[in-house]
């Protein structure tokens, strides 16, 4: 372990002959581990998948917090990303990736047609407004489309509420503020 990652450990590291030894309380360990390592499940179907993507070069490099190994499969994946406009034909799809998702499950809804059907509501029958109207949602990320800067935030803020042993009900209550990019 560095030196960063003892000081954030939530037990205690002691020194024996031959080693160490990582002593704490199991659901304090277990609830860091857990928001220490989310695998994302992307479900990008416009704009806001560019900049889903984009998260994860090397300028902005989300894998440096715990999110790099982004599965193809829901059985692998412990928080669903959805970034971009949701019709009513997709909806099943969807709602069946979260019910093959294992639990504790979460999701991020990134942008606007994610979070309301954005302009596209308005104009067309097909759209569902907003993915909270299929799943539940634990993190809004509004946008047109959002930043990678406000889905690293938005992810932080998740782990977060995560190591606090949060339930979802209690995560969709906390204030979430929004990073001012645009100073």
Request: glycine share 8%; proline share 7%; aromatic share 10%.
């Amino acid at each position: 372990m560095e030196l960063n990652d003892i000081e954030n450990f939530p037990g205690q590291i002691e020194q024996v002959a031959g080693g160490t030894v990582s002593v704490g309380a199991l659901d304090s360990v277990v609830k860091w581990a857990r928001s220490n390592s989310l695998w994302p499940l992307t479900f990008g179907t416009s704009c806001c998948a560019i900049e889903l993507m984009s998260t994860a070069s090397a300028k902005y490099d989300y894998s440096r917090f715990g999110f790099e190994v982004v599965r193809a499969s829901p059985r692998q994946a412990d928080v669903i990303i959805i970034a971009g406009t949701i019709v009513n034909k997709m909806a099943p799809i969807l709602k069946r990736l979260y019910d093959q998702m294992t639990d504790p499950k979460y999701v991020i809804a990134m942008g606007a047609c994610a979070i309301s059907g954005g302009p596209f509501f308005y104009n067309t029958y097909s759209v569902v407004k907003g993915a909270d109207h299929i799943i539940p949602v634990d993190v809004y990320i509004p946008g047109c489309p959002p930043r990678p800067e406000a889905l690293m935030h938005a992810l932080i803020t998740l782990q977060d509420k995560i190591k606090q042993g949060l339930t979802r009900e209690q995560i969709k209550a906390v204030n979430y503020e929004y990073p001012n990019t645009y100073k």
